[in-house]
């Protein structure tokens, strides 16, 4: 089956500013859309081209914006097998002219070779420096997309202050190519204001159940902010290693991302922390993983494991709901957790008291570790004055003796 022409396309085809965003709701067409675009473009080349296309990683890239190019190509009988070079992840057109696909957590890809057209597919999922590198390299034009489930750098350093931007809004109204039953199925949760204004009618707003909200980002750590802790959460084959640290300045918290990385044995994780300063600052991690703790400990690191119990995520969740937080700007993997993790909601659009077990929760589980034994500490400047001063003695404050 062929797709479509749709509004959502003749839409995007208009569009003729440097930047090109498409915000959306759901079914609004925006990446078949812009994929549609760029192949036609690419097959009326005169001069060989090239395009990239960019999302947050590889596996995201395989399921998402390579498995729609193929379907699209193969739709209209334009793919050739001869043409796709598998291991670089980029098709040669007749015309000369190539599309690559790479992910944004390719550093050497991203400040490397100039292009003529570019695509960040899901631009909220991909930091303001990747697109920096990006747009310096592009000559002719850029597409972003995006869910607008909360706001990013796109319109606190973009929308507005530029003049060569085009941003449009599509909704599921746009893609007359929608299926009825996937519109009836968009239609019926009309009663979730939450869910209805940001993949319903496209606007930015926040996805019901969230868990945490209205956390704030600086650009840098004050020099007054002292350092409290640092956490880890372990990961290895499936999931990243998390590791962070928590900062106190004036009456609130400051987190700061340090790691965010697969296949990191204790080993390397030991050399990491060890290499960051102050490395004797205490490290919270997952009490879970009772022998690798141990192990960290062995290479002089001052490791604690988190108290778990009945109850412990959401009290711990809790805690951190009633603390003033800020997130600097560069811990991109701290910020995309926060955006999306949320509490279960079954069926009925109720929302429950549990975390949604689909969302990555890696740092946020770290920060958890962390604020729940910072937290029990009475947080007054006079107090924090005289444990700085060494007045007090923090260790009598904690349930953990350990620390």
């Given amino acids: 089956m062929k797709f479509a022409e749709t509004t959502a396309l003749r839409k995007i085809a208009r569009l003729n500013k440097k930047i090109r965003a498409i915000q959306g709701g759901t079914s609004a067409s925006k990446t078949i859309s812009i994929l549609i675009y760029l ?48 291991t670089d992840s980029i098709y040669t057109f007749e015309t000369g002219s190539k599309m690559e696909f790479f992910s944004a957590d390719q550093p050497d890809k991203l400040r490397g070779a100039r292009r003529d057209r570019c695509f ?45 931007v085009d941003h449009i809004i599509l909704t599921y109204k746009d893609n007359e190519a929608c299926p009825p039953e996937i519109v009836t199925s968009i239609e019926m949760r009309k009663n979730r204001p939450g869910w209805w204004k940001v993949y319903g009618e496209g606007q930015l707003g926040e996805v019901e159940g969230r868990i945490y909200t ?21 990961g290895y084959t499936n999931d990243p290693s998390a590791i962070g640290e928590v900062y106190y300045y004036n009456g609130g918290w400051i987190l700061n991302e340090n790691l965010y990385r697969k296949g990191m044995s204790n080993k390397q994780l030991a050399d990491f922390l060890n290499s960051l300063p102050k490395a004797q600052t205490t490290i919270v991690a997952d009490s879970a993983e009772p022998k690798s703790i141990d192990e960290l400990r062995s ?38 957790e926060y ?8 069926k009925n659009g109720k929302i429950l008291n549990e975390e949604d077990p689909a969302c990555a929760n890696h740092h946020m589980s770290g920060i958890r570790y962390a604020l729940s034994t910072l937290g029990r500490l009475k947080q007054t400047e006079d107090y924090w004055d005289r444990i700085f001063h060494k007045e007090l003695n923090p260790k009598q404050y904690y349930k953990n003796p350990a620390i």
């Fill in 299 to 336: 290479y002089g690191l001052n490791v604690v494991g988190c108290e778990k119990g009945k109850d412990s995520v959401m009290n711990g969740i809790q805690l951190v709901q009633d603390q003033p937080i800020s997130v600097t700007v560069n811990s991109y993997n701290i910020l995309k």
């Fill in 120 to 164: 960040i597919n899901e631009a909220n999922n991909v930091h303001l420096d990747a697109f920096d590198q990006l747009e310096v390299r592009t000559k002719e034009f850029i597409f972003l997309d995006w869910n607008p489930t909360t706001e990013f750098w796109f319109y606190t350093e973009i929308a507005g202050k530029r003049s060569d």
């Fill in 39 to 86: 192949i036609a473009r690419a097959q009326s080349d005169t001069e060989p081209t090239l395009t990239s296309v960019i999302s947050e990683s590889v596996p995201h890239l395989k399921r998402g914006v390579i498995r729609d190019f193929k379907n699209i190509m193969e739709s209209h009988n334009y793919w050739k097998e001869g043409n796709w070079n598998a």
């Fill in 339 to 346: 955006r999306n993790y949320l509490f279960l909601v079954d």
């Fill in 214 to 234: 209205g956390w704030k980002t600086i650009d840098e750590i004050p020099h007054e902010a002292r350092l409290e802790r640092r956490w880890l959460d372990f």
